[in-house]
């Protein structure tokens, strides 16, 4: 069965940097799309970014595009996130989840929502301070 495990979340001041890990089995980087959602309480999960490595594309959200970058340790199977430039509004519970690139889907419009994902990480808390 496949396990994502995340590490790498914490307390930042605004502008600061922060790298979460997505340690993963079971799955192939070919032929997955890897996404990154945040959530804070009582609001729904939202798109981050993802990424697939067999498109070669990756795609953020407006409000983190410059700021944040997807990528990825084959040997280990691990995909980082590497958040820059942090802001108060970043605050959240941070998910990894992986899901197949299947037929008939649209990468990376399809990709964009939660629906897309078969496996996810605990999650790991980010918080910025002013």
């Known amino acids: 069965q496949v396990q994502l495990v995340q590490s790498g979340g914490g307390l930042v001041q605004a502008g600061g940097s922060l790298r979460l890990s997505c340690a993963t089995s079971?799955?192939?980087?070919?032929?997955?799309?890897v996404g990154w959602f945040r959530q804070t309480p009582g609001k729904e999960r939202e798109f981050v970014a993802v990424?697939?490595?067999?498109?070669?594309?990756?795609y953020y959200v407006d409000s983190v595009k410059g700021r944040f970058t997807i990528s990825r340790e084959n040997a280990e199977n691990t995909v980082y996130l590497q958040m820059n430039s942090l802001k108060p509004e970043d605050t959240a519970v941070y998910y990894c989840?992986?899901?197949?690139?299947?037929?008939?889907?649209?990468?990376?419009?399809?990709?964009?929502?939660?629906?897309?994902?078969?496996?996810w990480g605990q999650g790991t808390q980010v918080t910025v301070s002013s």
């Open positions: 990424d697939s490595w067999s498109i070669g594309s990756t």
């Open positions: 079971g799955r192939t980087f070919s032929t997955y799309a």
């Open positions: 989840a992986t899901g197949r690139l299947r037929p008939g889907t649209y990468f990376p419009g399809d990709y964009y929502t939660t629906r897309q994902y078969d496996y």
